[in-house]
């Protein structure tokens, strides 16, 4: 089999092994914060700090739901990174935001933040600054042990198929699952151009 074949028999592997339950229980939990005009947040860092500024987009545009990322202001990250140091960015700012029992953060992550590690501190900060505000937490992410995967209200965990390609099948499948989410009916207010 050569490479191209492997990686997408992977990806069909994942996909047959997806939590469906993981997936529908963040889509209850985010009609309800959409409901009650609650905001999401939704936090990623490297190539899932892009994905979270695609999934604002689409939370925004088609679900109708006030979403943010804080990595779409790179000047007020950058500052906050060097007057405060990586490990708070996000939490400062979620301060800011005034984020509350009425929102959500949505952790895009590939391994989900180990604090014994210090792998994505910010993530894991960000989290527990969340929870204490009673904020919901979700998660996509490609790691079952990580942070984001033990503290969170609902995360979908990207099955790992290939300990070799754990980075690539999270990060494409972060974009399966959400993409999932502002298509169904519970969330959907817009239609697509296409």
């Not at 529908?24 to 985010?30: A, E, F």
């Not at 029992?101 to 992550?109: R, T």
């Amino acid at each position: 089999m050569n490479f191209t074949e492997q990686h997408l028999q992977e990806t069909i592997q994942i996909l047959e092994q997806i939590s469906r339950d993981e997936i529908d229980k963040s889509i209850r939990i985010l009609k309800s914060v959409k409901d009650r005009a609650g905001r999401l947040f939704v936090l990623g860092v490297g190539g899932s700090a892009a994905n979270a500024s695609h999934a604002v987009n689409d939370f925004r545009k088609l679900a109708g739901i006030e979403t943010y990322a804080p990595t779409d202001n790179v000047a007020e990250l950058t500052a906050r990174t060097n007057d405060e140091g990586w490990s708070s960015v996000f939490e400062g700012w979620l301060m800011v935001s005034r984020v509350s029992e009425n929102d959500c953060i949505l952790i895009l992550s590939v391994g989900g933040g180990d604090k014994e590690r210090n792998v994505s501190p910010n993530l894991c900060t960000a989290i527990d600054y969340a929870l204490s505000q009673g904020a919901q937490v979700l998660g996509i992410v490609g790691r079952q042990g990580g942070y984001t995967a033990q503290k969170a209200s609902a995360c979908v965990v990207v099955p790992n198929v290939n300990p070799s390609a754990v980075t690539p099948h999270s990060e494409s499948l972060q974009a399966v699952v959400w993409h999932l989410m502002v298509s169904h009916p519970e969330l959907k207010e817009n239609a697509t151009k296409w």
